[in-house]
């Protein structure tokens, strides 16, 4: 890598920072806090997402899907696969925020829990 | 103490825990939909909770938090309940479960959200096929209904929700052709344009919109054109995209009609009513936060506004007159637009007309400088925030005419 021109997305400030340089010396500019430096290094070299999704919810008159996350971003190349696992997966009422809906996906140590309650 | 809080959305629920903390006797918090939470809900992905909660929370925990927070309370939620009529005396009628209910509270906060701005206010021509969704409707069939929109889909305008909806269609498997944006800048907020499009290899393309779209039925056919600088169609660039599905993502309206029944006046530049810093109306105990006041870019705004007025509802006291501030060259708009004359801090919100780089914003009193903050960069897509020192505001007096102005240059 020589030059590379990166959008921050630890915050919505969006910063656009520019990260030249190589593996062992490198430089981050236009960050407007320490984190835009961690965020450029993992950008660079090992790329990382939030993810979440819904899957079906049953036993419930009012909703149909549970929105679900999970509890700590994964590679951006895995987003897809695990995506895949998420959409066959069923959750049943009553549920609360924080619960696990799904374990251990694809063997990642990654867990899907509920972004909200549905408790009837 | 009563206090009436109308929509159960981010800042409506933050209104109503605030004013019931303040010491408030009652409040209830009226919703017209069958849960709280507004829009959140359906907007499953993060991004939500970082300056108000201190953590990156989905819409839906966002709203969750909120909502047990609303019951741990007693907070008086009504669901299912219209306000069908709001008059400046703050009389409320509201159509419930019940029946018919008339209340009079001590304090009324409009919290009323906006709405998306649609088809017919961007003139698009062509056939009425089915198959054409602004971007919160189809966030709200694929994420609450559990409905596919389409197959193969255009979006029309760079707008968080749209960037948002282009890379959940992905995720679900269907195909986004493109998103297309009549600025040469892109809506929404810069993240959303890495980490929803780039990262999928969804085209954006700048200065273009939509000319035609054909379809007997179903959409079958969207045509694009490049635009000038004056954002008219040029001739002989028009590219065709073979999509079923073309999602509108074009921007939000203040929800205005209980504020222009009561009788405020709707400012050109916010869509929504004046307000002063606790987000008081010009009429005495009504207040408007949220955006049904001003668009804001994130729900934390909202809410954070939600708060300020949540609080002055519940004590209100009157200030020893009022001076005015008023957006100047290169600033489309300012909140608050009164300041209650008062020896406090206070932050203004504001947003640029062009994006700018080392841009400095000034507060000015006729052609006095009052302060000036620089900025490394600011686009109309992110709110501009400053918080005016205490000694600033002190030297303001009654009447007086401010105007936030930018020196800078264009990026």
Known sequence: MNEQSLICIVCPAGCELEVSGDGNEWQVRHNRCAKGIDYARKEVFAPERELTSTVALRGSALEKR????????????????????????????????????????????????ASRSVRE | MQVAVVGGGPAGMAAAIEAKKAGAREVILIERAERLGGVLPQCIHTGFGVSFFGQDLTGPEFAQRQEDEVARLGIDAWLNAMVIEARPDRTLVVSTRQGLRRLQPDALIFAVGARERPRGAIAIPGDRPAGVFSAGTAQYMTNIQGLQVGRKILVLGSGDIGMIMARRFTLEGLKVHAVLELMPFAGGLTRNVQQCLRDYDIPLHLSCTVVNVRGRGRVQEVVAARVDQNLNP??????????????????????????????LTILPQTGGPAVDQTFASDIPGIYVVGNGMAIWDLADNVAQSAIIAGRAATSGKPGRGEARIEPGAG????????????????????????????????LKRGA????????????????????????????????????????????
């Not at chain 2, 040029?234 to 929800?255: C, K, N, Q, W």
């Not at chain 2, 909140?335 to 000034?362: D, H, K, M, N, Y």
Request: hydrophobic share 50%; with cysteine; net charge negative.
């Open chain 2, 368 to 411: 006095e400088l009052l302060a000036r903050k620089s900025y490394l960069a600011l686009r109309p897509a992110e709110m501009g925030e400053w918080t005016v020192p205490v000694d600033v505001w002190s030297k303001v007096e009654p009447r007086d005419l401010l105007t936030l102005d930018l020196e800078g240059r264009r990026e």
């Open chain 2, 331 to 362: 600033i489309h708009l300012v909140v608050p637009q009164r300041w209650q004359v008062e020896p406090t801090a206070c932050t203004l919100s504001f947003r640029v007309t062009q994006p700018v780089l080392g841009a400095r914003i000034r």
């Open chain 1, 66 to 113: 549970l929105p679900v996350r999970l509890d700590r971003p994964i590679a951006r190349g895995l987003i897809l696969p695990v995506v895949a696992v998420i959409r066959e997966a069923v959750a049943q009422v009553p549920v609360e925020m924080g619960d696990l809906v799904l374990g251990d996906v694809l063997g990642l140590g990654v867990n899907v829990i």
């Open chain 2, 234 to 263: 040029i001739p002989a660039t028009e590219r065709s995209y073979a999509v079923d599905t073309l999602v509108l993502s074009v921007g939000l309206l203040p929800e205005v009609e209980l504020l222009q029944q009561v009788g």
